[in-house]
């Protein structure tokens, strides 16, 4: 019981450490926050891995550390919608855990390609619609002169469905190679 908890703590803070490496690696940044980076990979892996909970917990634990490396604040609200709670929401893609990696250890067929797209989607929809309602709320005066505030803050924060859809491809070959190499274990997730 203690080293499986041991040994679930280490997952969790490598995928920490590596999802903070990756989101330094931009493709793009945006002027008020956001970039397009693999930084998501390693949180849907682990919430595929070993499911829900501890995909929420490293997705929010995440966002902390994301506040504290690259910090944009205006509002204490702000600061829990684009952080913790963004992140936490990435590890939704838990939800397809056990069925995703009954079928990781085989080449990737339709089944599988499947619950990958359905467990990203959950996971990068429930962050961009966080950092969608902060646009909203707190970052409202950007928006051009005319221009519905929550359609500015839609379009700026396409990058998170783009991000995942490169999480998408590159996950469609780290999670079975993954699988093979260090098969996962559920128990205590």
Request: proline letters at 6%; glycine letters at 8%.
């Amino acid at each position: 019981m203690r080293e499986r908890r041991t040994r679930l703590l280490l997952e969790i803070a490598l995928t920490i450490a590596l999802a903070t490496v990756l989101s330094m690696l931009t493709i793009w940044r945006m002027p008020q926050g956001g970039s397009v980076s693999l930084g998501m990979l390693p949180l849907f892996v682990l919430a595929f891995r070993r499911g829900l909970v501890p995909g929420l917990v490293a997705g929010a634990l995440y966002g902390l550390v994301d506040l504290m490396v690259n910090p944009y604040v205006v509002h204490w609200a702000q600061l829990i919608l684009d952080y913790p709670l963004a992140y936490l929401l990435v590890g939704l893609a838990g939800v397809v855990s056990v069925r995703l990696m009954a079928s990781s250890g085989q080449q990737p067929d339709r089944r599988f390609i499947s619950l990958v797209a359905t467990g990203i989607t959950l996971g990068a929809l429930g962050r961009y619609l966080a950092h969608v309602l902060s646009g909203v709320i707190y970052f409202s005066e950007f928006a051009p002169a005319g221009q519905p505030v929550w359609l500015y803050s839609a379009l700026y924060n396409l990058y998170v469905p783009v991000s995942a859809a490169g999480c998408f491809v590159a996950a469609i070959v780290v999670v079975p190679a993954l699988a093979r190499i260090l098969p996962p274990s559920h128990e205590g997730a």
